[in-house]
């Protein structure tokens, strides 16, 4: 077995890494065990390809590497006992470097952080918080005025008000922030104000964006109600407080956050771990509120934590929650199920804003979060302007790329100032559907310099040049950047040349070049460093070939970055295959959340 794993690292379908665990844990047994070794490497290699545990069940009698490398997982019931047997593998709540619960074969840490995140939410969803019903309505009339027949964005803060867990997703421009603003004011009035209140997000510029919907919802809200309504967000790992010389948090169990209410916005993008570390920090007494959208990408790390907690289809509510929301919002409400359920603490929020009733963008989306293959020739056919699809070949590629990029970047390079370069930056971005090849991130970068510098439109250095976009790849706490955020490198009034940024309250701030974070060029980025961002026009590229992560999930976070136009690009047959290809991950969260676990 070791001969093989060794062969398979070889052939980069497993990790040394994975083979190293495996090994670690094999020897814990204290002898040769090449079944054991096997599952610990499967186990490792699980977590690096997204999953939180190893379903037995599903990988059991199976081949686990490539036909040139002849391997198959044991039978389950052998394959279970063998587990159980030795000293390396333990049961839920066990010290062993691996657990097996039920079916499933978890990394230990990675089986402590979902027991912590299931206990804890479950917790929080079944607290629910007394209210004046008379006061809390006259709020919510206030604050929703002249809703429609079922406003739904009433309801979720009707749920606010009485749950201690609330977990709101939502579509693109269907009012998530908001919606949550209104929370905050509800909230704060019911308190009677000096709420403790946090506003988080997973990237620097999640929470910029966080902030800025914050303040401009607050303008649309009663003078008096928006008053107490913060709107400073910060990154979770500087609401933690990260210790960047060991990695830890400052804030946890024993020196927990100084809060009365959380919300985290982009929810979509926090992986298993840190989500373990925010509840475990966050005072038991806190109210928490997620805001996300389920049918986006998950994390980058392991897990799909908020889909998980959301959830599929419509979340089932209690009849005594119907009740008492229809109580306070005076809608009619269908009566529910028996008992509490952790449904009670889930809303969805249907009706899209950003996009018109007939919108191609909106339309195009809906069709690719439902998979229908059959429906998408007859979108993409449709001759509307704020859709745009192309099928450019390899051979006439660049010629075509040209074309988009010098009408896509013209104003920004033709910018007087960079206050004026990085507003333009703002309004078009380029997205890849990979990272690596001639239609993925670096390929497209590397000829979008040359297309420019071949019409002057940037200089000839390497990598410092007027105009060339950046973007953050590692958060840098003394300098307030963090990955993902965006800037452009552009000369001052004396002609030296500075990065500049925007800061979270709007503010340009130049930075040295020499003193940037790693960081990339940025004329294109992959969809996922696009989450929590929007643009005017969007150009998003498919490779030509096809590949593994192109998936619904991307290609539907790819179209929903765009909020006037979109330009599609790619060839039909992989981009129908896409939408009909799901991103799975394994976890035991749902079973622990909306069902019995499996024993």
Not at 85 to 93: K, L, T
Not at 107 to 118: D, G, Q, S
Not at 267 to 294: F, K, T
Not at 378 to 407: C, H, I, M, N
Request: some cysteine; glycine content about 12%; aromatic content about 6%.
């Amino acid at each position: 077995m070791r001969s093989l794993l060794e062969k398979a690292v070889q052939a980069n379908v497993l990790r040394a890494i994975d083979f190293q665990a495996g090994l670690f844990v094999e020897e814990m047994s204290g002898g040769s065990d090449p079944e054991l070794l096997l599952a610990a490497a499967l186990a490792s290699r699980s977590v690096g390809d997204g999953h939180i545990c190893l379903p037995l069940d599903v990988v059991a009698g199976q081949p686990v590497f490539p036909p040139e490398l002849p391997c198959s997982a044991p039978q389950l019931d052998r394959w279970r006992s063998g587990l159980k047997a030795g000293g390396a593998v333990g049961g839920p709540g066990g010290a062993e470097p691996l657990i097996l619960d039920g079916n499933r074969l978890y990394l230990a840490r990675y089986h402590r952080c979902e027991t912590l995140i299931a206990e804890d939410l479950l917790r929080r969803s079944a607290i629910r918080r007394d209210v004046d019903p008379e006061q809390a309505v006259r709020l919510l009339d206030r604050l929703f005025p002249g809703g429609g027949p079922l406003d739904r964005q009433k309801i979720a803060a009707a749920v606010a008000a009485v749950n201690q867990l609330v977990v709101i997703s939502g579509g693109p421009g269907t009012g998530k922030t908001y919606t949550v603003a209104r929370i905050l004011a509800l909230l704060q009035a019911l308190a009677g104000g000096g709420l403790r209140i946090g506003l988080a997000a997973p990237t620097g510029r999640a929470a910029v964006r966080l902030h800025e919907s914050i303040v401009k919802a607050r303008e649309t809200m009663d003078g008096e109600l928006a008053t107490p309504v913060p709107d400073r967000a910060v990154t979770l790992h500087r609401l933690l407080g990260l210790m960047p010389h060991n990695g830890r948090f400052r804030h946890n169990r024993d020196n927990p956050l100084h809060l009365d209410l959380l919300v985290i916005d982009e929810a979509s993008m926090i992986d298993v771990p840190l989500m373990a570390a925010v509840l475990e920090a966050l005072p038991g007494s806190a109210r928490l509120v997620l805001l996300g959208d389920r049918d986006q990408l998950t994390s980058v790390e392991a897990g799909s934590l908020f889909g998980d907690v959301c959830g599929s289809g419509e979340p089932p509510w209690s009849a005594d929650l119907c009740r008492q929301i229809s109580q306070l919002t005076g809608f009619p409400i269908d009566p529910g199920e028996s008992g509490t359920t952790f449904g009670d603490s889930v809303v969805l929020l249907h009706t899209g804003y950003r996009f018109a009733p007939q919108s191609a963008i909106g339309e195009l989306a809906a069709v690719v979060n439902s998979g229908r293959r059959e429906r998408l020739a007859e979108v993409l056919g449709k001759e509307r302007g704020e859709v745009v699809y192309a099928q450019p070949d390899p051979e006439s590629f660049s010629e075509w790329l040209s074309t988009q990029l010098l009408a896509g970047f013209g104003d920004c390079l033709a910018a007087r100032d960079p206050e004026e370069a990085l507003a333009a930056l703002g309004r078009f971005r380029v997205l890849c559907g990979v990272r690596e090849g001639r239609a993925g991130v670096a390929g497209i970068n590397g000829l979008a310099e040359a297309i420019l510098r071949r019409r002057g439109l940037i200089g000839g250095g390497e990598r410092l040049y007027r105009g060339r976009p950046v973007m953050i790849r590692k958060n840098q706490y003394d300098l307030q950047l963090f990955n993902g955020d965006t800037g452009i490198l552009w000369p001052d009034g004396e002609g030296k040349l500075w990065a500049w940024f925007h800061r979270a309250d709007g503010d340009l701030w130049p930075i040295a070049p020499a003193r940037l974070p790693e960081h990339d060029t940025a004329f294109a980025t992959t969809v996922h460093k696009a989450q929590g961002s929007e643009f005017d026009e969007v150009l998003f590229i498919l490779p030509f070939e096809d590949n593994r992560v192109l998936t619904r999930e991307l290609v539907y976070t790819g179209i929903t970055r765009a909020r006037k136009k979109l330009i599609l690009a790619g060839d039909f047959p992989l981009l129908a295959a896409a939408i009909e290809r799901r991103v799975i991950r394994y976890s035991g969260l749902p079973d622990r959340l909306w069902g019995e676990a499996v024993k």
